[in-house]
T-cell receptor
């Protein structure tokens, strides 16, 4: 089983729709979590950290469920510009420093 | 503040040749990471420097890959001799901290094609 798993998609949604992605992780010792956005042929860019209490940044909401070992990203009122691949990243302590593992990413295509 | 930069942006080489990739992290970031993404696969960790020391090189595929970070500033990743399966995008990332919630900032990547 992979340490971090995501549904690769693609998710094709109309503009204005609400879409949610999940990312599951297998290591219960994982400590911190992030969502990155990667546009085609570009580098990943940090979208938001995921806090235990859940956090919101505009149209984006991230949540963490430690009991079921997954994180989620909710995008409300989707825009064409939200089309990208969304990567989750999971950090765990490895000998006193943080080791990051990425999921394969979920591709989102917002259509007019 | 300048971001992470990488050079070159693209490299096309023949099997058996040598290529050296360079990464300049964000100023003040002690932590530097190399990753590789092969088409259709996830981003895979290669190694992690803390300043000039290799903290973790468990992701390096084999001894054809050599990473250095002399002086704890920029880093190079050399592939010698290159094989076809080395093709992919090599990303470098840096972070200020190595404990707690480590936020990494990525460079634009070097797209390596081995023919």
């Amino acid at each position: 089983r992979k340490e971090v798993e995501q549904d690769p998609g693609p998710f094709n949604v109309p503009e204005g729709a609400t879409v949610a992605f999940n990312c599951t992780y297998s290591n219960s010792a994982s400590q911190s979590f992030f969502w990155y956005r990667q546009d085609c042929r570009k580098e990943p860019k940090l979208l938001m950290s995921v806090y235990s209490s859940g956090n919101e940044d505009g149209r984006f909401t991230a949540q963490l469920n430690r009991a079921s070992q997954y994180i989620s990203l909710l995008i409300r009122d989707s825009k064409l510009s939200d089309s990208a691949t969304y990567l989750c990243a999971v950090n765990r302590d490895s000998g006193g420093y943080q080791k990051v593992t990425f999921g394969t990413g979920t591709k989102l295509q917002v259509i007019p | 503040e300048a971001g992470v930069t990488q050079f070159p942006s693209h490299s096309v080489i023949e099997k058996g040749q040598t290529v050296t990739l360079r990464c300049d992290p964000i100023s003040g970031h002690d932590n530097l990471y190399w990753y590789r993404r092969v088409m259709g696969k996830e981003i895979k960790f290669l190694l992690h420097f803390v300043k000039e020391s290799k903290q973790d090189e468990s992701g390096m595929p084999n001894n054809r890959f050599l990473a250095e970070r002399t002086g704890g500033t920029y880093s190079t990743l050399k592939v010698q001799p290159a094989e076809l399966e080395d093709s992919g995008v090599y990303f470098c990332a840096s972070s200020r901290y190595q404990t707690g919630a480590v936020e990494q900032y990525f460079g634009p990547g070097t797209r390596l094609t081995v023919t």
